[in-house]
């Protein structure tokens, strides 16, 4: 048996795996220096903050969406505003939770508010003459903003509502109101009119 070539084949063995290894070892510490740093490029973003115009905030019932405005710093980055959880604006009176998300590429930050939309003011239309005689009549009409039929009734004095028509039984100060009651999206409204109601003169002839 060579023993000589056999130690040589040993040898030569062990320098290739020793090779191997140191190879192997070399590519594996370069494998964990570059991992983190890729991991970090990945994770890297600013952040940005975001306000919402006060203004926008606090609204009141016109019939057509209510949305809030929201603005960046820095500038210019694009946001997401969700009511509620929807992406559209809400019309209805009422009160919303509303959350805004940066969405810019390479970009966070949110914030949170409420949107207040107030129940919108009525008008009525209703108005009397200024100056009547007791014998005279009234027709009645009224027109609200909303559409409603407003309701007509005497607050005081010498009047009387039949039908449509208003009446009077004497002289003095005759105060009407015509009324609308307020529902999801407008408040009660009511205007009042005051007519001054004079007693019937007549001529008397003696003889």
């Known amino acids: 048996m060579d023993f000589g070539a056999c130690a040589m084949n040993t040898r030569s063995t062990v320098q ?8 192997l070892l070399v590519w594996v510490s370069f494998a964990q220096a570059q991992t983190p740093r890729l991991v970090q490029q990945r994770a890297t973003s600013e952040f940005a903050t975001v306000s919402f115009d006060t203004n926008s905030l606090a609204q009141i019932y016109s019939g057509s969406p209510c949305p809030v ?23 209805d ?20 508010n409420y949107l207040s939309i107030d129940r919108a003011p009525q008008t009525v239309l209703f108005g009397l003459p200024d100056t009547i005689l007791a014998t005279s009549t009234v027709p009645l009409s009224a027109v609200s903003s909303s559409g409603q039929i407003p309701t007509i009734g005497v607050i005081s004095g010498p009047g009387v509502i039949q039908g449509q028509t208003l ?22 409204a009511c205007t009042l009119a005051t007519v001054k109601v004079s007693l019937a003169t007549a001529d008397i002839t003696l003889y």
């Open 93 to 112: 009176a009422g009160y919303y939770e509303v959350i805004a998300t940066v969405t810019e590429s390479n970009w966070t930050g949110g914030a949170t």
């Open 69 to 91: 405005l929201a603005t960046t710093e820095p500038a210019g980055l694009a946001v997401e505003i969700l009511y509620e959880g929807q992406t559209n604006a809400p019309t």
């Open 16 to 23: 290739r795996l020793t090779g191997v290894s140191l190879a």
């Open 167 to 188: 009446f009077f039984t004497n002289q003095g100060e005759c105060v009407v109101a015509a009324c609308v009651n307020g529902n999801e999206n407008g408040r009660d």
